[in-house]
């Protein structure tokens, strides 16, 4: 298997993109996988303007925010000032940011309940916009995570479809941090394959290689690119 990478990576190459790509193609050789199918989120989170922009400088297009807050005050600009870049939502939302949230992200990776279904369906409608969308499964059942319990994932989606008239482009999964990520990844494509859906965002800087290795269309990476918070 595959060694994860870890956040010394970044102590590699300017802003730790170069290792992590290198990364990126060894895992898609090593899981014969075309790398054109895997996409880097590049975590931006917590980074201002002064840090996104050697990496956008360098040729990374997709990055990923956890609040629609924070998002706001720094990407218009620099989306404006650099055309062609999209941008995620991985965190949370709140119903009430749904608005804003339609408006500024090009994918929201944590649609989990039927409040999230029922405002991203009405702001869909009246903005016109179709974000792409994952379902986050808690894929540990873990209390303190957001996320669809996996036994109640095909039921979800069949609802998100059929009631709310959403698109869903595929599932979104955070391991438990004291377990091993590699059943969880297998859990989350199992449940997606059996639902049609394709995309798989899966897979963080200490274990996007083993993602990769399970079928991640999407990685989200932030400290081995950017460097420690």
């Known amino acids: 298997m595959t060694q994860s990478p870890t956040t010394s990576l970044s102590a590699h190459s300017p802003n730790g993109l170069a290792a992590v790509e290198q990364e990126i193609a060894r895992a898609c050789k090593e899981a014969r996988r075309d790398r054109a199918t895997v996409t880097l989120i590049a975590v931006s989170k917590t980074f201002d303007a002064d840090a996104i922009l050697p990496v956008i400088s360098v040729g990374q297009r997709t990055f990923g925010e956890n609040r629609v807050q924070e998002a706001k005050g720094k990407w218009p600009a620099l989306m404006q ?33 039927v409040s999230i279904c029922e405002a991203l369906a009405k702001e869909i409608k009246s903005q016109g916009k179709q974000p792409q969308l994952f379902v986050q499964i808690n894929t540990g059942e873990e209390p303190q995570k957001a996320g669809v319990a996996p036994q109640d994932a095909d039921a979800f989606l069949a609802a998100c479809r059929e009631t709310y008239g959403l698109t869903i482009s595929g599932l979104m999964c955070i391991p438990p941090v004291d377990q091993a990520p590699a059943p969880h990844f297998a859990l989350t494509a199992k449940i997606a394959a059996r639902n049609g859906l394709t995309n798989l965002s899966m897979g963080m800087s200490a274990d996007f290689a083993v993602a990769i290795e399970m079928g991640a269309t999407h990685v989200r990476v932030g400290s081995a690119i950017f460097g420690a918070r």
């Open 81 to 113: 000032s650099h055309p062609g870049l999209l941008l995620h939502l991985i965190g949370p939302l709140q119903s009430n940011k749904a608005k804003e949230a339609v408006a500024l992200f090009d994918a929201v990776h944590s649609v989990d309940r």
